[in-house]
């Protein structure tokens, strides 16, 4: 799956390729509740917000061991309000802008 996911093959998946693996799971998926399901995946602790350790956690079962660096760069193109974590609006945003 990695590998597929992986465009330019360099052995990690950076954040355009996740947005396109997301894209890709949530095609034809554009009802709230949907959203809202996919939401409720990475907020593991149910609060409202994707942290960095969430993220990690998600993308480790994915498959995907990422550096500290590559989790903070994910949440940082998302993360619109810069308040360190994604919201249930940015994730939105996120889902639907591909």
Request: no cysteine; net charge negative.
């Amino acid at each position: 799956m990695i590998n597929e996911v992986d465009a330019d093959q360099n052995g990690t998946i950076d954040f355009p390729e996740f947005l396109n693996l997301m894209a890709r799971k949530m095609k034809d998926t554009d009802s709230e509740e949907e959203l809202k399901e996919a939401f409720k995946v990475f907020d593991k602790d149910q609060n409202g917000f994707i942290s960095a350790a969430e993220l990690r956690h998600v993308m480790t079962n994915l498959g995907e061991k990422l550096t500290d660096e590559e989790v903070d760069e994910m949440i940082r193109e998302a993360d619109v309000d810069g308040d360190g974590q994604v919201n249930y609006e940015e994730f939105v945003r996120m889902m639907l802008a591909k």
